[in-house]
Protein backbone atom coordinates (compact mmCIF):
# COMPACT_ATOMS: atom_id res chain seq x y z
CA UNK A 1 0.00 0.00 0.00
CA UNK A 2 1.41 3.42 -1.09
CA UNK A 3 1.41 6.19 1.29
CA UNK A 4 1.24 9.90 0.83
CA UNK A 5 1.12 13.66 1.86
CA UNK A 6 -1.29 16.50 1.24
CA UNK A 7 0.62 19.65 0.67
CA UNK A 8 -1.57 22.25 2.47
CA UNK A 9 -0.81 24.30 -0.29
CA UNK A 10 -3.55 27.35 1.08
CA UNK A 11 -3.40 29.56 4.68
CA UNK A 12 -1.24 31.85 6.22
CA UNK A 13 2.26 29.31 5.91
CA UNK A 14 1.71 28.49 2.07
CA UNK A 15 4.45 30.36 1.12
CA UNK A 16 6.84 29.36 -1.76
CA UNK A 17 9.36 28.11 0.87
CA UNK A 18 6.91 25.83 3.16
CA UNK A 19 5.33 24.60 -0.32
CA UNK A 20 9.28 23.03 -1.04
CA UNK A 21 8.88 22.13 2.63
CA UNK A 22 6.40 19.49 1.77
CA UNK A 23 8.12 18.88 -1.33
CA UNK A 24 11.21 17.78 0.87
CA UNK A 25 9.01 15.89 3.78
CA UNK A 26 7.17 13.60 1.24
CA UNK A 27 10.40 12.77 -0.87
CA UNK A 28 12.83 13.06 1.85
CA UNK A 29 10.84 10.75 4.89
CA UNK A 30 10.09 8.32 2.02
CA UNK A 31 6.55 9.12 1.36
CA UNK A 32 5.02 7.94 -2.43
CA UNK A 33 2.70 10.80 -3.37
CA UNK A 34 2.13 14.51 -2.88
CA UNK A 35 -1.34 15.79 -3.64
CA UNK A 36 -2.93 19.36 -3.81
CA UNK A 37 -5.93 20.68 -3.30
CA UNK A 38 -8.53 22.92 -5.74
CA UNK A 39 -10.10 26.34 -5.66
CA UNK A 40 -10.15 29.53 -7.47
CA UNK A 41 -12.12 32.30 -5.77
CA UNK A 42 -11.40 32.44 -2.27
CA UNK A 43 -15.17 33.36 -1.60
CA UNK A 44 -16.45 33.23 2.22
CA UNK A 45 -17.85 29.29 2.11
CA UNK A 46 -14.58 28.59 1.05
CA UNK A 47 -12.38 30.81 3.32
CA UNK A 48 -14.00 28.87 6.35
CA UNK A 49 -12.58 26.11 5.54
CA UNK A 50 -9.28 26.99 3.21
CA UNK A 51 -8.69 30.50 3.69
CA UNK A 52 -5.95 32.56 1.63
CA UNK A 53 -3.74 32.50 0.48
CA UNK A 54 -4.67 29.85 -2.08
CA UNK A 55 -2.17 28.22 -4.76
CA UNK A 56 -4.18 27.24 -7.15
CA UNK A 57 -3.61 23.17 -8.73
CA UNK A 58 -2.41 24.13 -12.39
CA UNK A 59 0.11 26.19 -11.66
CA UNK A 60 1.23 24.40 -8.71
CA UNK A 61 1.30 20.60 -10.24
CA UNK A 62 3.67 22.07 -12.80
CA UNK A 63 6.05 22.89 -10.34
CA UNK A 64 5.79 20.48 -8.37
CA UNK A 65 6.67 18.70 -11.76
CA UNK A 66 9.78 20.16 -11.97
CA UNK A 67 11.01 19.95 -8.12
CA UNK A 68 10.02 16.25 -7.53
CA UNK A 69 11.93 13.59 -8.41
CA UNK A 70 10.63 10.62 -7.91
CA UNK A 71 6.77 10.83 -6.00
CA UNK A 72 3.16 10.56 -7.75
CA UNK A 73 1.67 14.07 -7.85
CA UNK A 74 -1.96 14.67 -8.03
CA UNK A 75 -5.23 16.73 -7.07
CA UNK A 76 -7.34 15.81 -3.39
CA UNK A 77 -9.74 17.26 -5.61
CA UNK A 78 -9.68 18.98 -8.79
CA UNK A 79 -13.32 20.73 -8.90
CA UNK A 80 -14.39 19.61 -12.28
CA UNK A 81 -17.26 22.07 -13.03
CA UNK A 82 -15.00 25.03 -12.65
CA UNK A 83 -13.14 24.90 -15.94
CA UNK A 84 -13.48 24.37 -19.11
CA UNK A 85 -12.90 20.32 -20.17
CA UNK A 86 -10.20 21.50 -22.58
CA UNK A 87 -8.26 23.39 -20.62
CA UNK A 88 -8.92 20.69 -17.80
CA UNK A 89 -7.42 17.96 -20.36
CA UNK A 90 -4.61 20.16 -21.49
CA UNK A 91 -3.39 20.84 -18.75
CA UNK A 92 -3.24 17.66 -17.13
CA UNK A 93 -1.25 16.28 -20.53
CA UNK A 94 1.64 18.97 -19.76
CA UNK A 95 2.13 18.20 -16.02
CA UNK A 96 1.82 13.91 -16.81
CA UNK A 97 4.53 14.87 -19.67
CA UNK A 98 6.39 16.95 -17.67
CA UNK A 99 6.81 14.45 -14.44
CA UNK A 100 7.40 11.57 -16.61
CA UNK A 101 3.75 9.88 -16.21
CA UNK A 102 3.51 10.62 -12.44
CA UNK A 103 0.08 12.41 -12.82
CA UNK A 104 -3.06 11.02 -10.68
CA UNK A 105 -6.05 13.27 -11.13
CA UNK A 106 -8.61 13.29 -8.36
CA UNK A 107 -12.06 14.73 -8.79
CA UNK A 108 -14.82 16.28 -7.81
CA UNK A 109 -18.03 17.73 -8.74
CA UNK A 110 -17.68 20.22 -5.63
CA UNK A 111 -19.34 21.79 -2.80
CA UNK A 112 -18.93 25.87 -2.30
CA UNK A 113 -22.21 27.32 -3.19
CA UNK A 114 -21.00 30.75 -3.38
CA UNK A 115 -17.34 29.81 -5.14
CA UNK A 116 -20.14 28.93 -8.05
CA UNK A 117 -21.96 31.89 -8.63
CA UNK A 118 -18.14 33.69 -8.58
CA UNK A 119 -17.70 31.66 -11.10
CA UNK A 120 -20.43 31.65 -13.08
CA UNK A 121 -21.20 28.10 -12.73
CA UNK A 122 -24.44 26.58 -11.88
CA UNK A 123 -24.15 24.86 -8.63
CA UNK A 124 -27.34 22.71 -8.88
CA UNK A 125 -26.24 21.33 -12.30
CA UNK A 126 -22.43 20.24 -10.96
CA UNK A 127 -22.92 16.47 -11.30
CA UNK A 128 -24.60 16.33 -14.72
CA UNK A 129 -21.27 18.92 -15.81
CA UNK A 130 -19.07 16.79 -13.91
CA UNK A 131 -19.87 13.55 -15.68
CA UNK A 132 -19.83 14.68 -19.23
CA UNK A 133 -16.77 16.82 -18.59
CA UNK A 134 -15.32 13.95 -17.49
CA UNK A 135 -16.23 11.84 -20.74
CA UNK A 136 -14.11 14.73 -23.28
CA UNK A 137 -11.59 14.85 -21.16
CA UNK A 138 -11.08 11.07 -21.86
CA UNK A 139 -11.55 11.66 -25.09
CA UNK A 140 -9.04 14.58 -25.35
CA UNK A 141 -6.41 12.47 -23.75
CA UNK A 142 -7.13 9.32 -25.89
CA UNK A 143 -7.47 10.34 -29.34
CA UNK A 144 -5.58 12.45 -31.62
CA UNK A 145 -8.04 14.48 -32.63
CA UNK A 146 -10.88 14.82 -30.77
CA UNK A 147 -14.55 15.98 -31.31
CA UNK A 148 -17.45 16.12 -28.58
CA UNK A 149 -20.75 17.28 -28.50
CA UNK A 150 -22.67 17.56 -25.20
CA UNK A 151 -25.44 19.37 -23.22
CA UNK A 152 -22.61 21.56 -21.95
CA UNK A 153 -19.22 21.59 -23.75
CA UNK A 154 -19.11 20.80 -27.54
CA UNK A 155 -15.82 21.20 -29.83
CA UNK A 156 -15.03 19.43 -33.30
CA UNK A 157 -11.27 18.34 -34.68
CA UNK A 158 -9.29 19.61 -31.59
CA UNK A 159 -5.46 18.31 -32.09
CA UNK A 160 -4.83 16.82 -28.83
CA UNK A 161 -1.07 16.30 -28.64
CA UNK A 162 1.23 16.26 -26.35
CA UNK A 163 -1.56 13.27 -25.15
CA UNK A 164 -0.26 12.08 -21.60
CA UNK A 165 2.36 9.63 -20.60
CA UNK A 166 0.30 7.31 -19.43
CA UNK A 167 -1.54 4.56 -21.15
CA UNK A 168 -4.78 4.91 -21.74
CA UNK A 169 -4.50 7.97 -18.95
CA UNK A 170 -3.79 9.29 -15.87
CA UNK A 171 -5.62 7.03 -13.26
CA UNK A 172 -8.35 9.11 -12.14
CA UNK A 173 -9.98 8.86 -8.41
CA UNK A 174 -13.21 10.32 -7.72
CA UNK A 175 -14.22 11.69 -4.52
CA UNK A 176 -17.40 11.45 -2.47
CA UNK A 177 -19.90 9.42 -1.12
CA UNK A 178 -23.08 10.26 -2.49
CA UNK A 179 -25.14 8.16 -5.07
CA UNK A 180 -24.21 9.65 -8.08
CA UNK A 181 -20.04 10.05 -6.80
CA UNK A 182 -20.66 6.35 -6.65
CA UNK A 183 -21.92 5.63 -9.99
CA UNK A 184 -19.52 8.39 -11.43
CA UNK A 185 -16.28 5.92 -9.51
CA UNK A 186 -18.36 2.60 -11.66
CA UNK A 187 -18.56 4.93 -14.59
CA UNK A 188 -14.62 6.81 -14.89
CA UNK A 189 -12.62 5.81 -11.77
CA UNK A 190 -9.58 3.92 -11.70
CA UNK A 191 -10.08 4.11 -7.70
CA UNK A 192 -13.07 5.78 -5.41
CA UNK A 193 -11.00 8.78 -3.34
CA UNK A 194 -13.27 9.50 0.09
CA UNK A 195 -11.92 11.34 2.74
CA UNK A 196 -12.36 11.68 6.38
CA UNK A 197 -13.53 7.82 7.23
CA UNK A 198 -14.61 6.25 10.60
CA UNK A 199 -13.80 2.57 10.15
CA UNK A 200 -17.01 1.35 10.55
CA UNK A 201 -18.47 3.30 7.81
CA UNK A 202 -16.05 2.53 5.37
CA UNK A 203 -16.29 -1.29 6.34
CA UNK A 204 -20.28 -1.35 6.06
CA UNK A 205 -21.02 0.90 4.28
CA UNK A 206 -19.04 2.67 2.23
CA UNK A 207 -17.38 -0.39 0.23
CA UNK A 208 -20.52 -2.32 0.28
CA UNK A 209 -22.14 0.48 -1.98
CA UNK A 210 -18.63 1.00 -4.17
CA UNK A 211 -19.27 -3.04 -4.43
CA UNK A 212 -23.29 -2.46 -5.68
CA UNK A 213 -21.88 0.43 -8.05
CA UNK A 214 -19.43 -1.24 -9.64
CA UNK A 215 -21.57 -4.52 -10.25
CA UNK A 216 -24.61 -2.97 -11.68
CA UNK A 217 -21.97 -0.98 -14.32
CA UNK A 218 -20.94 -4.32 -14.72
CA UNK A 219 -16.97 -3.04 -14.13
CA UNK A 220 -14.48 -4.23 -11.98
CA UNK A 221 -14.10 -3.27 -8.60
CA UNK A 222 -12.22 -0.02 -8.68
CA UNK A 223 -9.36 0.83 -5.91
CA UNK A 224 -10.05 2.84 -2.91
CA UNK A 225 -7.64 4.98 -2.28
CA UNK A 226 -8.91 7.05 0.70
CA UNK A 227 -7.32 10.38 1.95
CA UNK A 228 -7.54 10.76 6.12
CA UNK A 229 -6.70 13.22 8.38
CA UNK A 230 -3.97 13.30 10.51
CA UNK A 231 -3.82 14.01 13.52
CA UNK A 232 -1.76 12.25 16.58
CA UNK A 233 -2.46 13.12 20.14
CA UNK A 234 -0.69 12.28 23.55
CA UNK A 235 -2.93 10.47 25.13
CA UNK A 236 -5.25 7.26 23.04
CA UNK A 237 -8.48 8.78 21.71
CA UNK A 238 -11.85 6.81 22.30
CA UNK A 239 -12.81 5.02 19.33
CA UNK A 240 -16.41 5.26 18.78
CA UNK A 241 -15.35 9.24 18.31
CA UNK A 242 -12.21 9.03 16.23
CA UNK A 243 -12.23 9.57 12.47
CA UNK A 244 -8.83 7.31 10.58
CA UNK A 245 -5.38 8.75 11.45
CA UNK A 246 -6.69 10.60 14.52
CA UNK A 247 -5.26 9.26 18.58
CA UNK A 248 -1.80 8.00 19.45
CA UNK A 249 0.66 7.25 16.75
CA UNK A 250 -0.10 3.05 17.68
CA UNK A 251 -3.62 3.83 16.52
CA UNK A 252 -2.77 6.16 13.41
CA UNK A 253 -0.68 2.82 12.44
CA UNK A 254 -3.36 0.59 13.68
CA UNK A 255 -5.55 2.02 10.85
CA UNK A 256 -2.99 2.26 8.04
CA UNK A 257 -2.85 -1.73 9.09
CA UNK A 258 -6.72 -1.75 9.44
CA UNK A 259 -6.81 -0.08 5.13
CA UNK A 260 -3.73 -1.94 4.26
CA UNK A 261 -5.95 -5.57 5.22
CA UNK A 262 -9.14 -3.74 3.37
CA UNK A 263 -6.75 -3.84 0.15
CA UNK A 264 -6.50 -0.44 -0.27
CA UNK A 265 -4.47 0.47 -2.85
CA UNK A 266 -3.04 4.39 -2.01
CA UNK A 267 -3.31 6.39 1.68
CA UNK A 268 -3.37 10.52 1.78
CA UNK A 269 -2.46 11.34 5.07
CA UNK A 270 -4.43 15.13 5.75
CA UNK A 271 -2.77 17.19 8.23
CA UNK A 272 -5.62 19.72 7.67
CA UNK A 273 -8.47 19.09 9.86
CA UNK A 274 -11.44 21.03 11.39
CA UNK A 275 -9.74 24.03 12.08
CA UNK A 276 -7.80 26.71 10.50
CA UNK A 277 -4.87 26.73 13.24
CA UNK A 278 -3.22 23.97 11.47
CA UNK A 279 -2.36 26.59 8.49
CA UNK A 280 -0.54 28.73 11.03
CA UNK A 281 2.68 26.43 10.99
CA UNK A 282 3.94 23.27 9.27
CA UNK A 283 6.43 22.26 11.41
CA UNK A 284 4.26 20.15 14.00
CA UNK A 285 2.91 18.36 10.91
CA UNK A 286 6.38 17.64 9.50
CA UNK A 287 7.48 16.37 13.01
CA UNK A 288 4.68 13.64 12.89
CA UNK A 289 4.91 12.44 9.61
CA UNK A 290 8.56 11.82 10.65
CA UNK A 291 7.30 9.95 13.61
CA UNK A 292 4.78 8.00 11.25
CA UNK A 293 7.71 7.50 8.24
CA UNK A 294 10.12 6.11 11.18
CA UNK A 295 7.66 3.70 12.25
CA UNK A 296 6.41 2.19 8.74
CA UNK A 297 10.17 1.81 7.90
CA UNK A 298 10.53 -0.46 11.26
CA UNK A 299 7.77 -2.71 10.13
Not at 79 to 90: M, Q
Not at 185 to 212: C, M, N, Q
Not at 276 to 294: K, M, S
Request: glycine share 8%; aromatic share 10%.
Amino acid sequence: MKIGLNLINFGPAATPANLRGWVDAAEGLGFDSLFTSDHIATTPDVAGRYPAPFYEPFSTLGWLAGVTKRVNIGTTVMIVPYRSPLETARAMADIDQLSGGRLIFGVGSGWASQEFDALGVPFHQRGAITDEYLEAIVALWTQDTASFDGQFVSFDSVSTAPRPVQIPHPPIWVGGSSPAAFRRVARFGHAWHPIRLRSSWLTTKGIPRLREAAEQARRAMPAICPRIGFRLTEAPMAEDSRLMGEGTLEQVLGDLAELEALECEHVILDTSYETTDHTLDPQGAWRDLELVALALSRH
